[in-house]
């Protein structure tokens, strides 16, 4: 575990070394960055909005005392959106669509010698490879929770126009009420970091594949999962350390 | 001119070299050759800085390359051409991009004399006006070229090649090995060839390192193969009753 903790960390360390030429490498994080923002934005939408939905009935759903007022349903159900349901939730499903990807594109990158090559060139892979990846997943990420949040919250008011639990304007009521900028500020804080978290141990996943197809697909694996474990720690640490 | 001096290699338990000293010979084609695990792989991935050797040095033109660090190495690396078994060539480019991918990074060439000199490459083998096709689209033999493309693109002085034959027909690899002589004189490249194929040894090789057990065992010219006595170096070339036959006719 240690051994694999000091290679993660030299891993990284290469990955952020001057780059040949800053040019080529900003159309790389560019790239990537269009790939992990507008790739996983359907998958995000739609998550989100059902999220959004089925947060907002079941909030209605047990705060149904008539000494509780209904725009409670609003305000609950837009906190748990911000604090928890969008950067954790879409950062575990990135997790599988983007850190999949980015371990299985630089594992066949490795078994099929393109690293190899990229390195007899004199290029510092890590730092072609990965840097990018790293950048995009921490500026993008964010964006991605910032739009999974508005589309949560609208889930929340279209469940409560089509469902009739709580009426929009209560919805509404409550979701403009008593609003604390941290929790905003929270999950950003946890969208930049599940981003790291996300493109950094499936890029190492996918840097030291070593074998064939099998071991891409073991190594793709390995990243999703070890990123999803780090996630849900991570959302522990930093809700402990901010709230 | 590139020399190796006492290289070992371990991986584990498993010594794949066991102190392999040899010179290659500037502006001809030097050939590895040897059985299947016999290292030669391994010794050319030592030589261009894949592996870390355990013990030994790599020396390009008297420089230590072994004891470099990695930006020390970037101007011989930028001297060093590979054409990789597989091509290795990248899939998310087209051939044009594959073949400017280094003079993007390490020249500050306009687009235009980019652009002129991945033609010319293309041009040189024999694949113009396939630029813009994606390494997925093209055939065994044309990634080989459009890798050797990619490897000539810098004007290498050096150039190594790793089974340029492997998974081809016997009349692509025949084209492939002219091509890659004709690059070495034509532009007095110190090229490295890793190969097993007897008509590669025999066409294009001036100077011949035969590997066995992860030791040299023999070195000479293909035109000494013939007449050699040495028996694991005879069973290995003359392995196939066409190349016996041969050898008796001679």
């Known amino acids: 575990m240690f051994t694999s903790l000091g290679r993660y960390i030299l891993l990284l360390q290469l990955s952020f070394r001057k780059p040949e030429k800053f040019k080529v490498y900003w159309a790389e994080v560019m790239r990537e960055m269009v790939s992990v923002g507008i790739g996983s934005l359907g998958i995000i939408s739609i998550i989100s909005l059902f999220i959004g939905a089925a947060t907002t009935i079941q909030v209605a759903f047990q705060l149904s005392s008539p000494l509780v007022p209904r725009s409670i349903a609003g305000s609950i159900a837009r906190d748990s959106t911000i604090l928890e349901f969008s950067p954790t939730i879409s950062s575990l499903v990135l997790a599988g669509r983007v850190g999949s990807s980015i371990a299985s594109q630089i594992g066949t990158m490795r078994v099929t010698e393109q690293i190899d090559a990229l390195e007899i060139m004199g290029v510092n892979a890590p730092g072609y490879l990965i840097a990018p990846k790293i950048i995009a997943g921490i500026t993008m990420v964010p964006l991605l929770v910032i739009a999974s949040i508005t589309l949560g919250i609208t889930g929340g008011w279209l469940a409560c126009v089509l469902s009739g639990d709580v009426s929009p304007s209560d919805y509404i009521a409550g979701v403009q009420g008593d609003f604390n900028g941290l929790t905003v500020r929270v999950a950003l804080v946890k969208a930049a970091v599940f981003g790291f978290i996300i493109a950094s141990i499936c890029a190492y996943q996918g840097f030291y594949t070593s074998g064939g197809a099998l071991e891409v697909g073991q190594s793709a694996t390995k990243g999703v999962v070890y990123s999803c474990v780090m996630i849900l720690f991570a959302d522990l640490v930093i809700t402990r350390l901010m709230l | ?250």
């Open chain 2, 1 to 250: 001119m590139i020399e190796v001096k006492d290289i070992h290699k371990t991986f584990g338990d498993n010594e794949v070299l066991k102190g392999i000293s040899a010179k290659f010979l500037p502006g001809k084609n030097n050939l590895i050759i040897g059985g299947s695990g016999s290292g030669k792989t391994t010794l050319l991935k030592c030589i261009v800085g894949l592996h870390a050797p355990t013990k030994g040095d790599v020396f390009f033109d008297d420089q230590n390359f072994t004891e470099m660090d990695f930006t020390q190495r970037v101007p011989i690396r930028t001297e060093i051409g590979m054409l990789f078994q597989n091509s290795a060539l990248f899939d998310s480019m087209t051939v044009e991009e594959n073949i400017m991918f280094p003079l993007n990074l390490f020249t500050q060439q306009s687009q235009a004399e980019k652009l002129d000199r991945a033609n010319f490459c293309l041009q040189r083998v024999n694949l113009e006006g396939k630029n813009k096709l994606y390494p997925s689209e093209l055939s065994g033999g044309m990634k080989k070229r459009v890798g050797i493309a990619r490897a000539i693109s810098m004007q290498p002085k050096y150039l190594f090649v790793d089974e340029p034959n492997s998974g081809l027909d016997p009349k692509t690899s025949i084209l492939i090995d002219e091509l890659i002589n004709e690059l070495t004189e034509e532009y007095k490249i110190t090229t490295v060839i890793v190969t097993h194929d007897m008509n590669s040894v025999m066409g294009i090789g001036d100077h011949v390192v035969f590997l066995h057990n992860g030791q040299k065992w023999w070195e000479g010219t293909n035109h000494e193969i013939a007449k050699t006595d040495n028996k694991e170096l005879n069973e290995f070339v003359f392995a196939s009753k066409f190349m016996q036959a041969a050898k008796d006719k001679l």
